[in-house]
Protein backbone atom coordinates (compact mmCIF):
# COMPACT_ATOMS: atom_id res chain seq x y z
CA UNK A 1 0.00 0.00 0.00
CA UNK A 2 1.20 3.87 -0.92
CA UNK A 3 0.24 6.07 2.05
CA UNK A 4 -0.44 9.71 1.31
CA UNK A 5 -1.71 12.91 3.48
CA UNK A 6 -4.45 14.55 2.37
CA UNK A 7 -4.03 18.42 1.87
CA UNK A 8 -6.36 19.68 3.99
CA UNK A 9 -5.68 19.21 8.08
CA UNK A 10 -6.94 19.85 10.92
CA UNK A 11 -9.43 23.33 11.60
CA UNK A 12 -8.96 25.63 14.43
CA UNK A 13 -12.43 25.67 15.92
CA UNK A 14 -13.37 28.14 18.34
CA UNK A 15 -16.56 27.57 20.80
CA UNK A 16 -18.37 30.03 20.80
CA UNK A 17 -21.34 30.75 23.63
CA UNK A 18 -24.77 32.05 22.25
CA UNK A 19 -25.80 35.11 23.39
CA UNK A 20 -29.42 33.92 24.75
CA UNK A 21 -32.15 36.66 23.36
CA UNK A 22 -32.84 38.83 26.59
CA UNK A 23 -36.60 40.50 25.40
CA UNK A 24 -39.03 38.38 23.42
CA UNK A 25 -42.65 39.94 21.88
CA UNK A 26 -43.32 44.00 21.78
CA UNK A 27 -39.66 44.43 24.01
CA UNK A 28 -37.39 42.90 21.20
CA UNK A 29 -35.13 45.29 19.72
CA UNK A 30 -33.95 44.37 16.37
CA UNK A 31 -31.30 46.06 14.23
CA UNK A 32 -29.52 45.47 10.78
CA UNK A 33 -25.85 46.37 10.66
CA UNK A 34 -26.13 46.82 6.21
CA UNK A 35 -22.35 45.27 5.31
CA UNK A 36 -22.83 47.82 2.03
CA UNK A 37 -22.53 45.03 -0.60
CA UNK A 38 -25.36 45.73 -3.28
CA UNK A 39 -29.01 44.73 -2.34
CA UNK A 40 -27.40 43.91 1.37
CA UNK A 41 -29.38 46.68 2.75
CA UNK A 42 -33.18 45.63 0.92
CA UNK A 43 -32.68 41.75 2.02
CA UNK A 44 -31.70 42.48 5.55
CA UNK A 45 -34.22 45.60 6.02
CA UNK A 46 -37.20 43.56 4.46
CA UNK A 47 -36.20 40.74 6.58
CA UNK A 48 -36.00 42.64 9.93
CA UNK A 49 -39.66 44.04 8.94
CA UNK A 50 -40.74 40.46 8.88
CA UNK A 51 -39.51 39.83 12.05
CA UNK A 52 -40.48 42.59 13.79
CA UNK A 53 -44.34 42.05 12.63
CA UNK A 54 -44.10 38.70 13.48
CA UNK A 55 -43.10 39.24 17.00
CA UNK A 56 -45.25 42.90 17.78
CA UNK A 57 -41.83 44.65 18.20
CA UNK A 58 -40.56 47.83 17.06
CA UNK A 59 -38.85 48.92 13.60
CA UNK A 60 -35.40 48.08 13.14
CA UNK A 61 -32.65 50.41 13.89
CA UNK A 62 -30.91 51.14 10.76
CA UNK A 63 -26.45 50.84 10.93
CA UNK A 64 -23.73 50.27 8.49
CA UNK A 65 -20.75 49.89 8.56
CA UNK A 66 -19.48 51.66 5.92
CA UNK A 67 -17.54 49.22 3.57
CA UNK A 68 -18.06 45.88 2.27
CA UNK A 69 -14.47 45.29 2.84
CA UNK A 70 -13.21 46.16 6.41
CA UNK A 71 -14.22 45.01 9.91
CA UNK A 72 -17.40 46.91 11.37
CA UNK A 73 -16.06 49.96 13.92
CA UNK A 74 -15.90 48.63 17.30
CA UNK A 75 -17.84 50.99 18.90
CA UNK A 76 -20.52 50.27 16.32
CA UNK A 77 -20.63 46.25 17.67
CA UNK A 78 -20.32 47.29 20.79
CA UNK A 79 -23.45 49.59 20.81
CA UNK A 80 -25.02 46.87 19.25
CA UNK A 81 -24.52 44.26 21.65
CA UNK A 82 -25.07 46.67 24.20
CA UNK A 83 -28.83 47.92 23.32
CA UNK A 84 -30.07 45.68 20.85
CA UNK A 85 -31.34 42.12 21.02
CA UNK A 86 -31.15 40.60 17.63
CA UNK A 87 -28.77 42.40 14.45
CA UNK A 88 -28.98 41.18 11.31
CA UNK A 89 -26.31 41.06 8.89
CA UNK A 90 -23.99 39.77 6.46
CA UNK A 91 -20.07 38.61 6.44
CA UNK A 92 -19.23 40.49 2.89
CA UNK A 93 -15.43 39.86 2.58
CA UNK B 1 -8.64 2.31 -7.98
CA UNK B 2 -9.81 1.61 -3.86
CA UNK B 3 -8.76 4.49 -1.44
CA UNK B 4 -8.94 3.54 2.03
CA UNK B 5 -7.96 4.61 5.44
CA UNK B 6 -4.24 3.77 6.05
CA UNK B 7 -4.27 3.50 9.56
CA UNK B 8 -2.75 5.66 12.42
CA UNK B 9 -0.58 8.61 11.13
CA UNK B 10 0.46 11.65 12.57
CA UNK B 11 -2.80 13.03 15.34
CA UNK B 12 -4.93 15.42 13.00
CA UNK B 13 -4.06 14.38 9.64
CA UNK B 14 -5.93 11.91 7.69
CA UNK B 15 -3.88 9.20 5.85
CA UNK B 16 -5.17 7.58 2.92
CA UNK B 17 -3.54 4.27 1.05
CA UNK B 18 -4.13 3.09 -2.49
CA UNK B 19 -4.18 -0.88 -2.17
CA UNK B 20 -3.84 -1.74 -5.58
CA UNK B 21 -0.84 0.19 -6.71
CA UNK B 22 2.45 0.19 -5.77
CA UNK B 23 3.31 3.13 -8.19
CA UNK B 24 0.25 4.71 -8.68
CA UNK B 25 0.48 6.58 -12.05
CA UNK B 26 0.34 10.15 -12.69
CA UNK B 27 -3.27 9.77 -14.18
CA UNK B 28 -4.63 8.03 -11.18
CA UNK B 29 -3.57 10.75 -8.80
CA UNK B 30 -5.07 13.05 -10.87
CA UNK B 31 -8.33 11.60 -11.14
CA UNK B 32 -8.36 10.81 -7.32
CA UNK B 33 -7.70 14.34 -6.27
CA UNK B 34 -9.96 15.95 -8.56
CA UNK B 35 -12.63 13.36 -7.38
CA UNK B 36 -11.97 14.59 -3.65
CA UNK B 37 -12.42 18.12 -4.99
CA UNK B 38 -8.45 18.69 -4.11
CA UNK B 39 -6.05 20.59 -6.25
CA UNK B 40 -6.25 23.24 -8.88
CA UNK B 41 -6.98 21.73 -11.99
CA UNK B 42 -3.25 20.83 -12.92
CA UNK B 43 -1.47 17.02 -12.36
CA UNK B 44 -0.24 16.64 -8.58
CA UNK B 45 2.81 14.92 -7.05
CA UNK B 46 1.27 12.27 -4.40
CA UNK B 47 2.48 13.63 -0.99
CA UNK B 48 3.41 9.92 0.18
CA UNK B 49 4.72 10.07 3.77
CA UNK B 50 8.62 9.74 2.86
CA UNK B 51 8.25 12.76 0.61
CA UNK B 52 6.73 14.76 3.16
CA UNK B 53 9.16 13.79 5.73
CA UNK B 54 11.97 14.84 2.78
CA UNK B 55 9.90 17.91 2.62
CA UNK B 56 10.33 18.53 6.29
CA UNK B 57 13.84 18.23 6.42
CA UNK B 58 14.47 21.03 4.75
CA UNK B 59 13.61 23.61 6.85
CA UNK B 60 13.91 21.87 10.79
CA UNK B 61 11.33 22.70 13.47
CA UNK B 62 8.76 21.12 15.09
CA UNK B 63 6.20 19.61 12.32
CA UNK B 64 3.25 20.34 13.96
CA UNK B 65 3.92 23.82 14.78
CA UNK B 66 0.91 26.14 13.81
CA UNK B 67 2.52 28.82 11.24
CA UNK B 68 -0.85 30.40 11.12
CA UNK B 69 -4.38 29.78 10.82
CA UNK B 70 -6.31 30.72 7.87
CA UNK B 71 -10.14 31.70 6.93
CA UNK B 72 -12.23 31.25 5.57
CA UNK B 73 -12.14 27.62 7.11
CA UNK B 74 -9.96 28.70 10.12
CA UNK B 75 -7.42 25.50 9.01
CA UNK B 76 -4.43 25.01 10.90
CA UNK B 77 -1.29 25.53 8.69
CA UNK B 78 0.87 23.21 10.18
CA UNK B 79 4.62 22.86 8.71
CA UNK B 80 3.30 19.32 8.18
CA UNK B 81 0.02 20.34 6.46
CA UNK B 82 2.20 23.08 4.47
CA UNK B 83 5.13 20.08 3.36
CA UNK B 84 1.94 17.93 2.19
CA UNK B 85 0.81 20.55 -0.01
CA UNK B 86 4.84 21.71 -0.94
CA UNK B 87 5.10 18.18 -2.39
CA UNK B 88 1.68 18.45 -4.37
CA UNK B 89 2.94 21.38 -5.88
CA UNK B 90 6.36 19.71 -7.36
CA UNK B 91 8.30 21.98 -5.26
CA UNK B 92 12.63 20.87 -4.30
CA UNK B 93 12.80 20.39 -0.46
CA UNK B 94 15.26 23.25 -0.94
CA UNK B 95 12.02 25.75 -1.34
CA UNK B 96 10.11 24.70 2.00
CA UNK B 97 11.78 27.92 3.85
CA UNK B 98 10.26 30.07 1.48
CA UNK B 99 6.99 28.36 1.36
CA UNK B 100 7.16 28.77 5.57
CA UNK B 101 7.64 32.49 5.50
CA UNK B 102 4.86 33.00 3.32
CA UNK B 103 2.39 30.71 5.22
CA UNK B 104 3.32 32.25 8.42
CA UNK B 105 3.38 35.88 6.66
CA UNK B 106 -0.36 35.16 5.68
CA UNK B 107 -1.47 35.01 9.21
CA UNK B 108 -0.73 38.49 9.74
CA UNK B 109 -3.73 40.78 10.48
CA UNK B 110 -2.61 43.43 8.27
CA UNK B 111 -3.28 41.58 4.98
CA UNK B 112 -6.50 40.59 5.77
CA UNK B 113 -6.23 37.48 4.45
CA UNK B 114 -9.85 36.54 4.95
CA UNK B 115 -11.18 39.23 2.79
CA UNK B 116 -8.97 38.58 -0.25
CA UNK B 117 -9.74 34.75 -0.11
CA UNK B 118 -13.43 35.14 0.02
CA UNK B 119 -14.08 38.57 -2.10
CA UNK B 120 -15.67 39.08 -5.65
CA UNK B 121 -12.53 40.67 -6.34
CA UNK B 122 -9.84 38.99 -8.28
CA UNK B 123 -6.37 38.98 -6.16
CA UNK B 124 -3.70 36.67 -5.36
CA UNK B 125 -0.65 36.59 -3.19
CA UNK B 126 2.08 38.13 -4.70
CA UNK B 127 5.31 36.51 -3.50
CA UNK B 128 8.48 38.26 -4.13
CA UNK B 129 11.98 36.85 -2.99
CA UNK B 130 14.45 39.59 -2.29
CA UNK B 131 18.02 39.13 -1.62
CA UNK B 132 20.99 36.87 -3.12
CA UNK B 133 18.43 33.82 -1.83
CA UNK B 134 16.69 34.40 -5.04
CA UNK B 135 19.31 33.35 -7.25
CA UNK B 136 21.25 30.86 -5.33
CA UNK B 137 17.39 28.94 -4.80
CA UNK B 138 17.06 29.57 -8.63
CA UNK B 139 14.24 32.17 -9.08
CA UNK B 140 13.61 34.06 -11.90
CA UNK B 141 14.06 37.58 -11.93
CA UNK B 142 14.46 38.50 -15.62
CA UNK B 143 12.93 37.38 -18.99
CA UNK B 144 9.56 35.89 -18.52
CA UNK B 145 9.46 35.94 -14.54
CA UNK B 146 5.51 36.52 -14.04
CA UNK B 147 5.23 33.47 -16.63
CA UNK B 148 5.46 29.66 -16.96
CA UNK B 149 9.38 28.00 -17.44
CA UNK B 150 10.83 28.04 -13.80
CA UNK B 151 10.61 25.28 -11.60
CA UNK B 152 10.98 27.88 -8.46
CA UNK B 153 8.78 30.44 -9.21
CA UNK B 154 5.64 28.32 -10.89
CA UNK B 155 5.98 25.54 -7.66
CA UNK B 156 6.36 27.80 -4.67
CA UNK B 157 3.77 30.09 -5.26
CA UNK B 158 1.49 27.03 -6.71
CA UNK B 159 2.71 25.79 -3.02
CA UNK B 160 0.93 28.84 -1.39
CA UNK B 161 -2.00 28.85 -3.77
CA UNK B 162 -2.76 24.82 -2.73
CA UNK B 163 -2.32 25.76 1.16
CA UNK B 164 -4.95 28.67 0.81
CA UNK B 165 -7.38 26.28 -1.29
CA UNK B 166 -6.96 23.38 1.07
CA UNK B 167 -6.23 24.74 4.62
CA UNK B 168 -7.91 28.65 3.81
CA UNK B 169 -10.71 26.56 2.11
CA UNK B 170 -10.62 29.40 -0.43
CA UNK B 171 -12.40 26.93 -3.71
CA UNK B 172 -13.79 28.67 -6.36
CA UNK B 173 -17.58 29.61 -5.96
CA UNK B 174 -17.40 27.94 -1.68
CA UNK B 175 -15.07 29.66 0.33
CA UNK B 176 -13.92 32.17 -2.34
CA UNK B 177 -16.49 34.15 -4.00
CA UNK B 178 -14.47 35.41 -6.72
CA UNK B 179 -16.50 36.36 -9.75
CA UNK B 180 -14.34 35.77 -11.72
CA UNK B 181 -10.77 34.85 -10.18
CA UNK B 182 -7.35 35.55 -12.66
CA UNK B 183 -5.06 33.27 -13.98
CA UNK B 184 -2.24 34.18 -11.26
CA UNK B 185 -4.54 32.05 -8.68
CA UNK B 186 -2.95 29.33 -10.59
CA UNK B 187 0.47 30.67 -8.94
CA UNK B 188 2.30 34.09 -8.12
CA UNK B 189 6.07 34.00 -7.14
CA UNK B 190 8.84 36.14 -8.54
CA UNK B 191 12.02 37.49 -7.46
CA UNK B 192 13.38 40.99 -7.59
CA UNK B 193 16.00 41.74 -9.96
CA UNK B 194 18.59 43.93 -7.39
CA UNK B 195 21.27 43.12 -9.84
CA UNK B 196 19.57 45.63 -12.62
CA UNK B 197 18.19 47.92 -9.93
CA UNK B 198 19.85 51.50 -9.65
CA UNK B 199 18.62 51.89 -6.00
CA UNK B 200 18.78 49.65 -3.11
CA UNK B 201 17.00 46.02 -2.56
CA UNK B 202 13.11 46.66 -1.78
CA UNK B 203 13.46 45.23 1.77
CA UNK B 204 15.57 47.52 2.87
CA UNK B 205 13.99 50.57 1.19
CA UNK B 206 11.25 49.41 3.26
CA UNK B 207 13.17 49.26 6.85
CA UNK B 208 14.57 45.71 7.10
CA UNK B 209 17.87 44.50 7.87
CA UNK B 210 17.98 41.49 6.42
CA UNK B 211 20.07 39.74 3.60
CA UNK B 212 16.82 37.72 2.42
CA UNK B 213 13.29 38.61 2.59
CA UNK B 214 10.34 38.05 0.82
CA UNK B 215 7.45 40.22 0.28
CA UNK B 216 3.52 38.87 0.09
CA UNK B 217 0.93 41.35 -1.12
CA UNK B 218 -2.52 40.42 -2.42
CA UNK B 219 -3.20 42.04 -6.10
CA UNK B 220 -4.49 41.73 -8.99
CA UNK B 221 -2.63 39.92 -11.97
CA UNK B 222 -0.14 42.18 -13.42
CA UNK B 223 -0.89 45.48 -15.75
CA UNK B 224 1.26 45.95 -18.84
CA UNK B 225 2.80 49.42 -18.92
CA UNK B 226 4.43 49.44 -22.46
CA UNK B 227 6.23 52.36 -23.12
CA UNK B 228 8.69 51.84 -26.40
CA UNK B 229 9.66 55.81 -26.90
CA UNK B 230 9.81 57.61 -23.47
CA UNK B 231 13.30 58.51 -23.10
CA UNK B 232 12.95 60.23 -19.74
CA UNK B 233 10.98 59.51 -16.35
CA UNK B 234 8.52 61.84 -17.05
CA UNK B 235 7.51 60.03 -20.42
CA UNK B 236 7.86 56.77 -19.01
CA UNK B 237 5.53 57.63 -15.81
CA UNK B 238 3.61 59.02 -17.55
CA UNK B 239 2.91 56.04 -19.17
CA UNK B 240 2.91 53.65 -16.20
CA UNK B 241 0.05 56.50 -14.49
CA UNK B 242 -2.09 56.03 -16.76
CA UNK B 243 -2.12 52.26 -16.49
CA UNK B 244 -2.45 52.94 -12.61
CA UNK B 245 -5.71 55.68 -12.90
CA UNK B 246 -7.63 53.06 -13.51
CA UNK B 247 -11.75 53.32 -12.50
CA UNK B 248 -12.22 49.74 -12.64
CA UNK B 249 -9.66 48.87 -9.65
CA UNK B 250 -9.80 48.35 -6.28
CA UNK B 251 -7.51 50.44 -5.33
CA UNK B 252 -9.04 53.83 -6.83
CA UNK B 253 -11.61 53.13 -4.29
CA UNK B 254 -9.63 51.96 -0.91
CA UNK B 255 -8.17 54.94 -0.19
CA UNK B 256 -5.21 53.62 1.46
CA UNK B 257 -4.68 50.87 -1.14
CA UNK B 258 -1.13 50.04 -2.31
CA UNK B 259 -0.09 50.09 -5.92
CA UNK B 260 2.70 47.67 -7.24
CA UNK B 261 5.51 49.19 -9.57
CA UNK B 262 7.58 46.11 -11.53
CA UNK B 263 9.65 48.43 -13.21
CA UNK B 264 11.50 46.83 -16.42
CA UNK B 265 15.16 47.03 -15.84
CA UNK B 266 15.62 49.43 -18.95
CA UNK B 267 12.87 51.56 -17.88
CA UNK B 268 14.83 51.79 -14.07
CA UNK B 269 17.50 52.70 -16.04
CA UNK B 270 15.99 55.24 -18.04
CA UNK B 271 14.92 57.26 -15.02
CA UNK B 272 17.32 56.89 -12.99
CA UNK B 273 20.02 58.00 -15.23
CA UNK B 274 18.07 61.95 -14.88
CA UNK B 275 19.14 61.06 -10.92
CA UNK B 276 15.68 60.29 -10.17
CA UNK B 277 15.22 58.69 -6.65
CA UNK B 278 12.51 55.72 -5.74
CA UNK B 279 10.86 58.43 -3.39
CA UNK B 280 10.81 60.66 -6.64
CA UNK B 281 9.13 57.77 -8.78
CA UNK B 282 6.64 57.91 -6.05
CA UNK B 283 6.39 61.50 -6.04
CA UNK B 284 5.70 61.60 -9.42
CA UNK B 285 2.78 58.73 -9.55
CA UNK B 286 1.25 60.46 -6.69
CA UNK B 287 0.88 63.56 -7.95
CA UNK B 288 0.27 61.66 -12.23
CA UNK B 289 -2.15 59.00 -11.72
CA UNK B 290 -5.34 60.94 -11.31
CA UNK B 291 -9.16 60.79 -11.86
CA UNK B 292 -11.66 63.42 -11.82
CA UNK B 293 -14.10 63.71 -9.11
CA UNK B 294 -16.94 63.59 -11.60
CA UNK B 295 -15.40 60.37 -13.59
CA UNK B 296 -15.57 58.78 -9.83
CA UNK B 297 -19.26 59.28 -9.29
CA UNK B 298 -20.02 57.59 -12.47
CA UNK B 299 -19.10 53.51 -11.72
CA UNK B 300 -16.37 51.74 -10.18
CA UNK B 301 -17.09 51.35 -6.18
CA UNK B 302 -18.97 54.31 -5.95
CA UNK B 303 -20.36 55.28 -2.94
CA UNK B 304 -19.11 51.64 -0.94
CA UNK B 305 -15.74 53.99 -1.30
CA UNK B 306 -13.16 53.81 2.02
CA UNK B 307 -12.19 57.54 1.41
CA UNK B 308 -11.22 60.20 4.02
CA UNK B 309 -13.79 62.83 4.20
CA UNK B 310 -11.51 65.17 2.53
CA UNK B 311 -12.01 63.36 -0.43
CA UNK B 312 -15.54 64.13 -1.03
CA UNK B 313 -15.14 68.28 -0.52
CA UNK B 314 -13.97 68.93 -4.14
CA UNK B 315 -16.13 69.29 -7.12
CA UNK B 316 -16.32 66.93 -10.22
CA UNK B 317 -13.51 68.76 -11.90
CA UNK B 318 -10.79 68.01 -9.10
CA UNK B 319 -8.83 65.26 -9.67
CA UNK B 320 -7.73 63.00 -7.08
CA UNK B 321 -4.91 61.08 -6.52
CA UNK B 322 -5.97 57.38 -6.61
CA UNK B 323 -4.38 56.30 -3.31
CA UNK B 324 -3.36 59.12 -0.43
CA UNK B 325 -0.21 59.00 -0.38
CA UNK B 326 3.40 58.79 -2.33
CA UNK B 327 4.91 56.18 -0.26
CA UNK B 328 1.51 53.70 -0.96
CA UNK B 329 3.51 53.28 -4.47
CA UNK B 330 5.51 50.24 -3.71
CA UNK B 331 8.78 49.96 -6.24
CA UNK B 332 10.86 47.65 -7.47
CA UNK B 333 12.82 46.33 -10.74
CA UNK B 334 12.40 43.32 -11.78
CA UNK B 335 12.24 41.59 -15.61
CA UNK B 336 14.53 41.09 -18.60
CA UNK B 337 15.06 43.44 -21.76
CA UNK B 338 12.45 45.03 -22.95
CA UNK B 339 10.61 48.52 -22.76
CA UNK B 340 7.75 47.02 -20.44
CA UNK B 341 6.73 47.92 -16.70
CA UNK B 342 3.96 46.12 -14.53
CA UNK B 343 1.48 47.50 -12.77
CA UNK B 344 -0.05 45.47 -9.66
CA UNK B 345 -3.11 47.04 -8.07
CA UNK B 346 -3.55 45.59 -4.65
CA UNK B 347 -6.75 44.51 -3.37
CA UNK B 348 -7.63 47.45 -1.76
CA UNK B 349 -7.85 46.75 2.23
CA UNK B 350 -4.84 44.93 2.68
CA UNK B 351 -1.45 45.84 3.43
CA UNK B 352 1.49 43.95 2.19
CA UNK B 353 4.16 42.10 4.68
CA UNK B 354 7.70 42.23 3.97
CA UNK B 355 9.62 39.40 6.59
CA UNK B 356 13.01 38.22 6.99
CA UNK B 357 13.79 35.32 4.91
CA UNK B 358 15.92 33.35 7.01
CA UNK B 359 17.53 29.89 5.38
CA UNK B 360 18.99 26.52 7.25
Redesign the interface.
Known amino acids: ??????????????ALELTPIRNRGPELRIAVLDN?KDNAFLLLSETAAGVAKHFGAGPAILTDK?????PAPESLVAGLARDIDLVLTG?A? | MAV?E??A?PA????????D????SPDAIFELFEA?G?GDGLPLV????QR?ERMLAADPGDAEEALS?LPP??????R??VA??AV?AGCRPEHFPVITTAVRALGRDEL?T??CQ??TGPNAPLLVVHGPAADALGFNSGHGLFGPGNRANATVGRAVR?VLM??G?ARAGHGSKSTQGQPSQYTFCIAENAAASPWEAYHRSRGLDAENAITIAFTENPHNSNDHTSEDPVGVLTSVASVVATLGCNHTW?GQSEVFIVLGPEHAATIASAGWSRADVQSYLYEKARLSRGTMRVGGCSG???WPPWMFAFDDEQMLPVTQHPDLYRVFVAGGAGKHSAVLPSW??TTSVTVPLDLP
Do not use: C, Q
Open positions: MVRFYAPDGAVDKIRGNASVSD | TAGGGYELLGLDLTDPRWLPTEVVRNGIATRIVNLDKGATLHVGAMDSGV
